[in-house]
T-cell receptor
Framework: AQKITQTQPGMFVQEKEAVTLDCTYD???????LFWYKQPSSGEMIFLIY??????QNATEGRYSLNFQKARKSANLVISASQLGDSAMYFC????????????FGAGTQVVVTP | NAGVTQTPKFRILKIGQSMTLQCTQD?????MYWYRQDPGMGLKLIYY???????DKGEVPNGYNVSRSTTEDFPLRLELAAPSQTSVYFC??????????????FGSGTRLTVV
């Protein structure tokens, strides 16, 4: 069963605007971590942000923030003040504590930032 | 630090050929993983290892084999290549497997085409 769902295959956003990328997850493990990765056209996987299941506050890293709603099992990524260099594929991923570090990845959302 | 090094970066195989994708990490990470990424899709786990001499199957292991004779190296072997194995292959390593936010260190990927 799909554990990570990203429902937005692609999005356009104008430069300097904010964009929210949706991610919902499914787990019965009380301890887990949620991650967002960026994959530009060059192909490498770039870690953006992490949220632990026991974290009380939403994670933030520069222009990235994670809107964590535990009861709804959602972990949306917000990119503020979009830049042209933000154009990339974005993946949501989950690592359950009882999984030997294995990640479950979503299908990704392609973001295109326009001038 | 080199991090995670994958070779080759690109390869074209003919149907039925075999090859080994190399992965080496210099961070003394116990946990190593092989993922494949099909076009427009998320990453799927092929095999993983929790330490030298210990490997296990992931979600899509058919057609692949791995070994882990040292902490540093985790090669992925393709036997009898098939067009369905055309994909981008990522090797990753991790220091911990808990819910902590360290995530993976990814290699730069190997783009494989089977014709």
């Amino acid at each position: 069963a799909q554990k990570i769902t990203q429902t937005q295959p692609g999005m356009f956003v104008q430069e300097k605007e904010a964009v929210t990328l949706d991610c919902t997850y499914d787990t019965s493990d009380p301890s887990y971590g949620l991650f967002w990765y960026k994959q530009p056209s060059s192909g490498e996987m770039i870690f953006l942000i992490y949220q632990g299941s026991y974290d009380q506050q939403n994670a933030t890293e520069g222009r990235y923030s994670l809107n964590f709603q535990k009861a709804r099992k959602s972990a949306n990524l917000v990119i503020s003040a979009s830049q042209l260099g933000d154009s990339a594929m974005y993946f949501c991923a989950m690592r359950e504590a009882d999984s030997w570090g294995k990640f479950q990845f979503g299908a990704g959302t392609q973001v295109v930032v326009t001038p | 630090n080199a991090g995670v090094t994958q070779t080759p970066k690109f390869r074209i195989l003919k149907i039925g050929q075999s090859m080994t994708l190399q992965c080496t990490q210099d961070m003394n990470h116990n946990y190593m993983y092989w993922y494949r990424q099909d076009p427009g899709m998320g990453l799927k786990l092929i095999y993983y290892s929790v330490g030298a001499g210990i490997t296990d199957k992931g979600e899509v292991p058919n057609g692949y084999n791995v070994s882990r004779s040292t902490t540093e190296d985790f090669p992925l072997r393709l036997e009898l290549a098939a067009p369905s194995q055309t994909s981008v292959y990522f090797c990753a390593s991790s220091y911990t497997v808990g819910g902590e936010g360290t995530g993976y260190t990814f290699g730069s990927g190997t783009r494989l085409t089977v014709v």
